[in-house]
C-alpha cells in the first residue's frame, strides 16, 4: 500500500469562535492510500485544542513504518499504529476503510449491518458572538436543530436572545468553561429555555465534579441532560464517566477512527448512556466517515461540510438539517475534478 500527505485547508464560511479560541480557516491533512488500482481517502483534522497542527500531523503520516498489502488486515494495521495523535491514526482507519469497501464493492454501512435512513437531523453550531448577533444568525438559518456555543462570559443572555429568535431544538456546548458551582447555577436557569442537552460544562479530567453535578441538579429537578465531549476520547473513558454523565460525544477524530468509534458507541450503549456522533471542523472525508456509523446514535451534529466554504470531496448530501449516507462504495465521497 502506498500512502501520500496532502495539505487540506479548510476556509470557514463564517468566523467560528468557540471558549477555546477563533479561527477563520483550519489546517487538516488529507491522506491517499492506493492499492491495486484503487484509492482509499483519510482525513486529520487539526483540533488546535489538542496540540495538533497540520505540520505536526503530516509529520506523523509521512514516517509511519510500511502498512504491507493487506488492506483486510485492519485490525493488525491499526494496532502497530505508533503511538500519536488520535486525528493522524483515524486517517489511516479512514482511508483503509475506504478501501475495504471499495475492495468489495460496498458502501461502508453495509458492511457494518447497518440501514441508511431514517437519521436524526444533524445539529447547525453558532459560534460565540454577542447575543443579538447569534440571534439573528439563527433567525436567518432557519434551520430545526442548533448547537450554540458558549463561553463563560454571561451565557445566559445568548441563549435567552436565540430562543426568543426561534422554537428549534437547542443544545448547548460550553467547551469545558465553566467552574462546577457555576454550571450547577447556570445549567439551572438555562434548563427553563427547554434545551435538549448541555455538552462539556465543566473541565476534562475531573470525573468527581461531573458526578457531583449531576447530583445537585437531580436534587433541583433539573433534568436536561449533561454530555461529555472532551472529557470522553475512546471507550475506556466512557467506563470511567458512567453514572457522571447522559450520554457521550463521539467523534473520529478523538478516538482514532471507525473502529475505536465503534467501541466507544457499544461501550456507551452497555453503561445505559446516549450517544452524539459529532465532527470537528472537517471536510466531507471525515464526516461521511461518521455519517456511516450514524445509524447507531442518537444525535447527530455532524455539519462540519456545512461550516467550510471549499469542501473538495464530492457525494455527501445534506437537506436542510437531514444528512443522508453517501451510497457509493466505500466512503462514497470522491475528490472533486480540479482536486487530487
Ligand atoms: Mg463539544
Redesign the pocket.
Known amino acids: 500500500m502506498k500512502l501520500s500527505v496532502h495539505p487540506m485547508t479548510l476556509d470557514l464560511r463564517t468566523t467560528f469562535r468557540?471558549s477555546h479560541g477563533a479561527s477563520d480557516q483550519r489546517h487538516n491533512v488529507l491522506l491517499k492510500i492506493e492499492h491495486d488500482g484503487l484509492v482509499g481517502y483519510g482525513e486529520a483534522a487539526a483540533v488546535p485544542y489538542y496540540g495538533d497542527t497540520q505540520e505536526s500531523l503530516s509529520a506523523y503520516l509521512n514516517c509511519l513504518p510500511p502498512l504491507g498489502n493487506d488492506p483486510f488486515a485492519l485490525e493488525e494495521i491499526l494496532n502497530a499504529l505508533p503511538a500519536g495523535a488520535h486525528a493522524a491514526q483515524a486517517a489511516v482507519d479512514i482511508a483503509l476503510h475506504d478501501l475495504w469497501g471499495k475492495m468489495l464493492g460496498q458502501p461502508l454501512y453495509r458492511l457494518f449491518g447497518l440501514t441508511p435512513t431514517p437519521l436524526p437531523p444533524t445539529s447547525f453550531t453558532i459560534g460565540i458572538d454577542a447575543p443579538e448577533v447569534m440571534a439573528a444568525r439563527v433567525k436567518e438559518l432557519n434551520y430545526p436543530v442548533i448547537?450554540i456555543k458558549l463561553g463563560a462570559d454571561d451565557p445566559e443572555a445568548a441563549v435567552a436572545a436565540i430562543r426568543k429568535s426561534t422554537s428549534a431544538r437547542l443544545r448547548v456546548?460550553a467547551?469545558a468553561a465553566w467552574e462546577p458551582e457555576q454550571a450547577l447555577e447556570l445549567i439551572t436557569r438555562l434548563s427553563r429555555y427547554n434545551l435538549e442537552l448541555v455538552?462539556?460544562p465543566l473541565p476534562m479530567g475531573n470525573v468527581e465534579s461531573y458526578l457531583w453535578l449531576r447530583q445537585q441538579l437531580k436534587t433541583r429537578g433539573v433534568t436536561t441532560p449533561i454530555?461529555a465531549?472532551?472529557s470522553v476520547k475512546t471507550a475506556r473513558d466512557v467506563a470511567a464517566y458512567a453514572g457522571a454523565v447522559d450520554g457521550v460525544?463521539v467523534k473520529l477524530m478523538k478516538t482514532g477512527g471507525l473502529r475505536e468509534a465503534l467501541r466507544t458507541i457499544h461501550t456507551a450503549r452497555a453503561h445505559g448512556m446516549k450517544i452524539m456522533l459529532?465532527c470537528m471542523v472537517e471536510s466531507s472525508v471525515g464526516v461521511s466517515a461518521a455519517a456511516h456509523i450514524a445509524p447507531l446514535c442518537d444525535h447527530l451534529?455532524l455539519d462540519g461540510p456545512l461550516l467550510i466554504a471549499n469542501d473538495s470531496f464530492r457525494g455527501l448530501r445534506y437537506e436542510g438539517a437531514n444528512l443522508f449516507i453517501p451510497q457509493g462504495v466505500g466512503l462514497g465521497v470522491l475528490p472533486l475534478p480540479q482536486q487530487l
Open positions: 468557540v448547537k456546548d467547551n455538552e462539556q454530555f465531549d472532551e460525544v459529532s451534529d
